[in-house]
């Protein structure tokens, strides 16, 4: 099939895996498919900044999945150390603060003042996708709808800097409408129809989401756990046409 570029450079694949070997696999399976990776906690403190390093050799950009929460002083190391990796993208927490947040970007700035060539995507994780009204209020404790924590969440990430959020394709439209077109937003929370949710709460379909206005949707197991993964990926790149 004749792939779209356009739809799916805004498709993050998570490369959720314990061996470097299984993401390589899947990697290589979906050769000529010009998506974006994503690399979480599990890959990255398995196979570390080599994997990184690999994937921008074969030309993907990464986004890398660590939603670092600490505080400010530590945060400005770390987005450092990952700039100098390289990365196209990487998150920190919202609810570490607006000082956490600048520090990221301080942490930004001071690796490219000392020659790192990319700049990054810093983006702010708000509510993740796997919370639900009833644990958000219940168990964490924030009360209200979980569309108002996210968007005050995006507000306070744009007012420190940030140039986008990670939240559920269900608050793209509010957080278009409070914090303009031109704030990214990274979705996470895609089933294609008939998948199963798992663990994910807030979710929709490819589609539904690029309808939306999102800019990036993340998805992991309903490729990643497909028997044939390309075809799985082809099959969503199809549907949002
Ligand atoms: O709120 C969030 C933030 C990050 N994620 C990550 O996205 C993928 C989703 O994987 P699926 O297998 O498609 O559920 C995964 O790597 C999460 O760590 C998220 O789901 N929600």
């Not at 356009?6 to 959720?16: H, K, S, T, W």
């Not at 663990?199 to 044939?228: H, K, L, N």
């Amino acid at each position: 099939m004749t792939i779209q570029s356009g739809i799916a450079e805004r498709i993050m694949v998570a490369l959720d895996y314990a061996e470097a070997a299984d993401a390589r696999k899947l990697v290589e399976s979906l050769k000529g498919i010009p998506c974006y990776m994503k690399v979480g906690m599990q890959l990255f403190y398995s196979a570390g900044p080599g994997f990184v390093a690999e994937l921008k050799e074969k030309g993907y950009k990464v986004f890398l999945d660590l939603k670092m929460h600490d505080i400010p002083n530590t945060v400005k190391g770390g987005s450092e150390s990952v700039t100098r990796l390289g990365v196209d993208m990487f998150n920190v927490h919202a609810a570490g603060g607006r000082a956490m947040m600048e520090a990221a970007l301080e942490g930004v700035d001071k690796a490219l003042a000392g020659g790192s060539g990319v700049k990054p995507l810093v983006i702010g994780v708000t509510q993740l996708t796997s919370t639900s009204r009833i644990v958000m209020n219940n168990e964490i404790g924030i009360a209200g709808a979980v569309e108002d924590a996210v968007i005050r969440y995006a507000k306070l990430a744009q007012a420190a800097g940030l140039h986008g959020v990670v939240a559920s394709p269900l608050e793209v439209t509010q957080l278009k409408a409070a914090c303009g077109p031109g704030f990214v937003t990274v979705t996470p929370g895609i089933r294609p129809a008939g998948a199963a949710i798992g663990d994910q709460s807030r979710v929709m379909t490819p589609p539904e989401a690029f309808a939306q206005g999102t800019d990036y949707v993340v998805i992991g197991r309903p490729i990643t756990a497909a028997a044939e993964p390309r075809a799985a990926l082809e099959q969503i790149i199809e549907s949002i046409h």
